[in-house]
């Protein structure tokens, strides 16, 4: 089984942090940041990764330490789990809809670093949530995980629809691209020899 563990502790934030890529989309989530416990959960469903997250951050000062230290020890769960990235499919893409919202999501497991980020969320927050810290999420991710990842808004205009649409988006298209390709199991996807 691939998994991994992570533990972060700076002076903003400490992060415990479970990741089990052959799940069956079990979470338990505790962030201190209301959304985002509900995007990661949702993440974890639809990507059927069992993912555990505890976050004590200075959300007193706002959420977006925590935000992006979370994402950080995500990616860096991924890129831990992933190992030697043998056997993966390494691309996958989706259109997905929620509600009016359409979005579109591609991605690259290749070992390099890309985020392409188009989302026009109109609202500064989703209940207490600043909708900027959205993209934070996602670069502190790609940094971390050593990933290209694309996150285009088709349409839509309700804020909650679109990130909940980019996280759900999100979780099919990484559940997909860390799948082992039973063809090609014992291959690194690459013809460098190394992702």
């Known amino acids: 089984m691939r998994k991994a563990d992570i533990q972060r502790k700076t002076a903003e934030t400490e992060i415990s942090l479970s990741l089990t890529l052959e799940g069956s989309g079990k979470s338990e989530i505790r962030t201190g940041v209301g959304f ?23 959300t007193a000062v706002d959420s977006h330490h925590s935000v992006e230290d979370i994402g950080i020890c995500l990616g860096r769960a991924f890129k831990e789990a992933l190992g030697e990235r043998r056997g993966i499919c390494r691309y996958a893409h989706a259109i997905l809809p929620m509600d009016e919202a359409l979005l579109l999501c591609a991605a690259d497991v290749s070992g390099r670093s890309c985020l392409r980020y188009d989302l026009a969320i109109p609202a500064q927050k989703v209940g207490d949530f600043d909708t900027e810290l959205t993209k934070e999420f996602f670069e502190a991710f790609v940094r971390s995980a050593e990933l290209s990842l694309h996150l285009k808004q088709l349409d839509g205009e309700n804020s909650h629809h679109i990130i909940e649409g980019a996280f759900k988006a999100f979780a099919r298209v990484l559940r997909e691209a860390v799948r082992v390709d039973p063809d090609a199991a014992n291959e690194i996807p690459s013809t460098k020899g190394i992702l």
Do not use: I, K, N, S
């Open 36 to 58: 985002l416990d509900h995007m990661l959960t949702l993440f974890a469903r639809h990507g059927r990764f069992d993912l555990t997250v505890r976050c004590v951050g200075d």
